[in-house]
């Protein structure tokens, strides 16, 4: 692809501004920090936690699936407004996540 058809990059040289991610898109964590404004060593922090489970690894990077930048979002979220720790918020995606579950169950003449 020439260098004028590539599509725009973030200001801080993300994915293509605007550009969807589907669920088979694998993210580094260069991708995530980027994404999400947060170090390395957050998204460290937040695998050994069991918020984020890296779906590969290609000499020495981890890989995530597109997920994790919602549970990324949602934790940092958490932190910054309720002051919950990482222990806190892996609890908490996982009691959201549960929510969505049963809700998916309810009929929809019944919500």
Do not use: W
Request: hydrophobic share 40%; glycine share 8%; aromatic share 2%.
């Amino acid at each position: 692809m020439a260098e004028h058809d590539r599509p725009e990059r973030g200001e801080r040289g993300g994915p293509p501004m605007g550009e969807l991610i589907g669920e088979q898109t694998t993210l580094t964590v260069a991708d995530l920090c980027r994404s999400c404004s947060v170090e390395a060593e957050m998204v460290e922090a937040m695998v050994e936690e069991g918020i984020l489970e890296p779906v590969g690894q290609r000499r020495h990077h981890l890989y995530f699936h597109a997920s994790s930048l919602r549970r990324t979002r949602v934790t940092l979220r958490l932190q910054q407004d309720l002051g919950v720790n990482l222990a806190g918020a892996a609890l908490a995606l996982e009691l959201l996540e549960r929510i969505a579950e049963l809700e998916a169950k309810i009929p929809p003449d019944r919500q």
